[in-house]
């Protein structure tokens, strides 16, 4: 069996805009690999050339060991592709997308049906109804039903999760874990880091350019500064003055908590404390937590950004 | 071929699941043919005429009667003041002004020659030209009478004139629908073949489907096929739809063989679908496709022959109109449908067409991309 995705020093520009810029990973077998990265850092683009619809301006790409270039033909008939942007018909029934989709893949719906049953029972009750007439999840689940129709090798996510409610965001991963277990190698991107835990291995990409490629728990535990959540009546004011404070690293709103880390670590904390006591917050609370992926994601962002 | 089947099915599901697609197909061909037919009329009939008669005499006043009987000419005003018929050209009131002097039936008689003067309002240049040509043609006519009236009395001792007959061949009666009604079914399957499709291919890329359908195995071939049959079959049910109202409504005459358009026509409809899919290729959103197609037909439509001769047209544009398919077709279906030409006739104009569909499905598939 071959390595189902493997990047090597892959360059791509648009103009004077280089959207991606020496990007090397792989993707095992039955893995979910999740590309974290803000709008606008390159991950449609990388799509977009392991599934062939673009050429690399240099460096190689194989899915399931075909080169992305000599045997895109071959490729075509393997991957499973999920476009960023909902892509099926609108005015075709959710059976009529299906069974077409189906079709120019050569195969039939029944086929391969207990790959997608799962999912598809979900949307079932739907099948006659328009699916430019689907809510956002529906759609979803329907595109994913669609890319694995012909039973993928490889599937490309891009995006799938973006406005999409939390509950169907939570089942969509459900049901990638549960095809990765399958032996499906899943390449999934997403803008938002908390579903970066859900994934196997992840990547951080910015401005076309990876930044860390480890497990989640890698990730986390490699973040070694110590991190308060912090909060007070009012929040702004409080954000405001911790910013100000000369001995704050970073200090990010994270729900209902600031989390702060210091530039001395725990030695910072008395300092901090005589300098907030002079801007006398109400309700104020403070106490030690462990980074979360999301922070470390902000860290790394940053570091790279100086 | 299977992949073409359902790919085929897909698409007339989704047309026919178009509301507004359904009325383009029915209604538009009824609206087109029933209006344009009508209006699109260069018959130029009972034109206003204001005589000026200075003479009042028997002659003149047959001159006048034998202008306003013919059908052509309406009798506006008769008047002495020339001032008055000046006033109505100005108006716009009057087409023609006929000013017969004082002493024309005597000049006539006495100096065997005498002048009429005959004002056209030249604005509508052809309308001044048939004008023109109607009355003195009437005119004619009517020196030709009195001079056998009066010079001879007798026909064989008449002086030799060269006596021109003449005989309408195809269209008889000079009915210009007849004429018309052809050229507007060309027209109407054109719009089908070069907007529709084309419009169809990048409402793919605007809804962001082709993105889906390029990361498959569909072939380039299949995909153009499967987007490029059913607006050729739907164009070839249009000219079969128009051709019937054409029948029934406006008595279209059907001299030749009704196979032999639809043959032209199908080899017609690739060249005006080829066109659709090469605009597709390098547009992005349908309205920057209708625009494009709509600059192409309205060009090709104009400089076809089908409202002007293209006869009449300068040289260079002449020239042009070999590289118009519409010109092609619509001189093809006047000619089978009014004169009866057979494949024989029509054979050099069908190869021509085939060259056109070659080459233009060839640029337009080599400039098709599934890659972006």
């Known amino acids: ?306 | 071929m299977r992949t073409i089947r359902f790919i085929l099915q897909k698409e007339f599901l989704q047309i026919f699941r178009n509301k507004a697609m359904v009325r383009i197909i029915f209604i538009i061909p009824i609206v087109q043919l029933l209006v344009l037919s009508y209006a699109a009329n260069y018959e130029v009939k009972n034109m206003a005429i204001d005589v000026v008669d200075y003479d009042l005499s028997p002659w003149s006043q047959r001159l006048v009667h034998k202008l306003t009987s013919s059908g052509y000419f309406r009798l506006q005003r008769h008047t002495f003041n020339i001032k008055e018929a000046y006033e109505d050209l100005q108006r716009d009131k009057a087409d023609v002004v006929l000013v017969v002097p004082r002493h024309f039936e005597r000049d006539l008689v006495k100096e065997d020659k005498a002048p009429l003067q005959l004002l056209v309002n030249a604005i509508n240049g052809t309308k001044a030209g048939l004008a023109n040509a109607y009355a003195g043609s009437i005119i004619r006519d009517f020196n030709k009478n009195i001079r056998t009236e009066w010079l001879a009395m007798d026909e064989r001792n008449a002086p030799p004139v060269i006596e021109v007959t003449y005989s309408n061949w195809f269209n008889t009666r000079l009915d210009y629908k007849v004429y018309m009604v052809p050229g507007i079914l060309v027209v109407l399957i054109t719009m089908i073949g070069s907007f529709l499709s084309g419009m169809n291919i990048v409402k793919e890329k605007e809804i962001g489907t082709i993105e889906q359908l390029n990361v498959t195995p569909i072939r380039k071939y299949h995909f153009i096929l499967g987007k490029l049959i059913p607006f050729w079959i739907i164009a070839l049910f249009e000219l079969a739809f128009g051709l019937l109202v054409g029948k029934l409504v406006f008595s279209l005459p059907m001299a030749g063989s009704i196979w032999l358009i639809f043959l032209f026509a199908a080899v017609y409809l690739w060249v005006m679908l080829g066109m659709g899919l090469l605009i597709s290729t390098f547009t992005e959103t349908q309205q920057q496709a209708m625009f494009i197609a709509w600059f192409f037909v309205l060009i090709f439509m104009l400089m076809s022959g089908l409202f002007t001769p293209v006869e009449s047209m300068p040289g260079w544009a002449q020239v042009l109109t070999w590289f118009n398919p519409i010109a092609w077709f619509v001189k093809v279906i006047r000619m089978v449908l009014l004169k009866g030409s057979g494949l024989a006739n029509i054979q050099t104009y069908l190869l021509i067409m085939l060259a056109y569909a070659l080459v233009m499905n060839g640029i337009a598939i080599w400039n098709y991309r599934k890659t972006t």
């Open chain 1, 1 to 306: 069996m071959q390595t189902p995705i493997v990047v090597q020093d892959v360059h791509k520009s648009f103009g004077a805009v280089k959207a991606l810029h020496n990007i090397s990973f792989t993707v095992q077998e039955g893995e979910l690999f999740g590309l974290i990265g803000p709008d606008g850092a390159g991950k449609s683009t990388l799509f977009r050339i392991l599934t062939t619809l673009l050429l690399a301006d240099k460096g190689q790409a194989t899915v399931n060991g075909l080169d992305v270039v000599k045997d895109y033909k071959a490729i075509r008939k393997i991957a499973g592709y999920m476009p960023g942007r909902f892509s099926l018909y609108q005015d075709l029934t959710v059976e009529e997308n299906l069974h077409f989709f189906a079709t120019i893949f050569n195969t039939t719906v029944e086929a391969n049906y207990d790959l997608i049953e799962e999912i598809y029972v979900q949307i079932a009750p739907f099948k006659k109804r328009p699916a430019g007439k689907l809510s956002g999840g529906m759609k979803q689940k329907l595109a994913l039903c669609c890319a694995l129709v012909h039973k993928p090798a490889v599937l490309f996510l891009d995006e799938p999760t973006t406005g999409v409610d939390p509950v169907s965001r939570k089942e969509f991963w459900d049901m990638l874990q549960r095809l990765k277990q399958k032996g499906i190698a899943i390449l999934v991107s997403t803008p938002y880091m908390d579903e970066a835990m859900l994934c196997d291995r992840v990547a951080l990409i910015q401005n076309g350019q990876l930044l860390n490629i480890d497990t989640p728990q890698h990730i986390i535990a490699q973040f070694s500064k110590p991190m308060w959540a912090v909060r007070a009546k009012h929040m702004y004011r409080l954000i405001q003055d911790l910013r100000a404070f000369p001995g704050t690293d970073s200090c990010y709103a994270f729900g209902e908590y600031l989390h702060l880390t210091l530039k001395d670590g725990t030695a910072g904390v008395d300092a901090l404390q005589a300098y907030l006591d002079t801007k006398h917050h109400e309700a104020f609370t403070m106490f030690s937590i462990q980074a979360g992926i999301e922070d470390c994601f902000m860290e790394l962002m940053n570091t790279e950004n100086v």
